[in-house]
């Protein structure tokens, strides 16, 4: 499956260690050319263009319904748009609602932890969690907490990930 990432999901990851597990996850990692942009601009994240597996794209149209989403948001829904079989990581709640609006196929970084633990790519999703958590990125206890049930992990189990 081919994923189209959003800045977020890719801060957070690099800041806990773990954006090799996008690779290991997904056959192709596509990363909006706006996105790229925003992490290099605000010295947030990964070196983007120095990832050997990433691939920088850039929306050749964007639809009017998207332009209330910021540039990276609004790029990846775009990309996704013109990508058949795509799944967009994307934590923005607007950006989100506008992904589900389209019809496009998404999921948090959260979810991709998830799927890290079912793959056997991670020991523990709490740690991993945790890492993002003390880095700075915000998680509702409700929604860790759904998450680690379907990691197959009760809270406060925590391993090193």
Do not use: C
């Amino acid at each position: 499956m081919i994923v189209i990432a959003d800045a977020t999901p890719l801060i957070y990851l690099h800041r806990a260690r773990h954006l090799d597990l996008l690779p290991a996850l997904f056959r192709e990692v596509v990363v909006p050319a706006a996105v790229a942009r925003e992490i290099a601009d605000g010295r947030t994240g990964p070196d983007v263009a120095a990832l050997p597996w990433v691939r920088i794209r850039s929306a050749s149209s964007v639809p009017p319904g998207l332009l209330r989403l910021g540039p990276g948001e609004r790029e990846a829904l775009a990309l996704a748009l013109g990508t058949p079989d795509s799944l967009v990581i994307i934590d923005d709640r607007d950006g989100r609602e506008a992904a589900s609006a389209l019809g496009i196929e998404h999921i948090g970084t959260g979810a991709v932890v998830v799927l890290a633990k079912q793959a056997g790519l991670i020991e523990s999703a709490d740690a991993v969690l945790a890492a993002m958590q003390a880095s700075g990125w915000w998680l509702a206890e409700p929604v860790r907490t759904a998450l680690l049930e379907l990691a197959g992990e009760r809270p406060g189990t925590r391993r090193n990930g």
